[in-house]
């Protein structure tokens, strides 16, 4: 059964400074995906992450893939409030996606 | 942008009670999907449907639950006798394709809450 775990659950972040969050999956399997999700909102697709290597960047989001180290990586660059929200990622096996449990990020000024 | 669009917002109901949760997915989508969230917990698959037919569903998805695309255009998730534990959210997510390239978009969800 495919297992997603992220790291921190949650991050507390300091405007202008960079974070990483992280998720480790359990088995190989196809896409990688990585969600945001406001409060009371829906889930809002950031990226998509198909093969080993992949680097994706948006704004001051950056997601990359290691599928050898099982990893996926969201990096924050210079945090600012706007990006306050909880950060998901999924990874796809077949027509299912397994979600980690979700990294709560509070950005103070 | 096209969306995907859930109803109702927010839904209570009594314990036993029949709910259907309604959703149109994007118009040239061709997989339809049911997740839920529990307050503060990850969201969780709960179905997917291509073709007219489920293709997969979780253990959660017992024969409480089933799902009906009526017609063209709507896409539904019933619950036959609520249980108190079943209170969540609901999300509809629509893909237009599998495989490679496929993206997840994601209705704004339905609260349910059973009493």
């Known amino acids: 059964e495919l297992k997603v775990e992220q790291n921190p659950l949650f991050l507390s972040m300091q405007e202008g400074k960079n974070y990483t969050i992280y998720c480790n999956y359990s088995?190989?399997?196809?896409?990688l995906y990585w969600y945001r999700q406001d409060p009371g909102k829906s889930l809002e697709s950031l990226f998509v992450?198909?093969?080993?290597?992949a680097v994706k960047q948006e704004g001051r989001l950056m997601a990359s893939l290691d599928t050898k180290a099982r990893l996926s990586t969201l990096h924050i660059t210079a945090a600012v409030h706007d990006l306050s929200a909880t950060y998901f990622c999924g990874k796809a096996a077949g027509n299912k996606l397994t979600f980690g449990g979700g990294t709560r990020v509070l950005v103070k000024p | 942008e096209p969306e995907v669009t859930q109803t109702p917002s927010h839904q209570v109901t009594q314990m036993g009670q029949e709910v259907i949760l309604r959703c149109v997915p994007i118009?040239?989508?061709?997989?339809f999907y049911w997740y839920r969230q529990i307050l503060g917990q990850k969201v969780e698959f709960l179905v997917s449907?291509?073709?007219?037919?489920?293709?997969?569903k979780s253990e959660i998805f017992d024969d409480q639950f089933s799902v009906e695309r009526p017609d063209g255009s709507n896409f539904t998730l019933k619950i036959r006798s609520t249980k108190l534990e079943d209170s969540a959210m609901y999300f509809c997510a629509s893909s237009e394709l599998r495989g490679t390239n496929e993206k997840l978009f994601f209705g704004s969800g339905t609260q349910l809450s059973v009493l």
């Open positions: 118009s040239n989508h061709l997989y």
């Open positions: 992450l198909l093969s080993n290597g």
């Open positions: 088995t190989t399997s196809d896409r």
């Open positions: 449907f291509y073709n007219n037919e489920i293709s997969e």
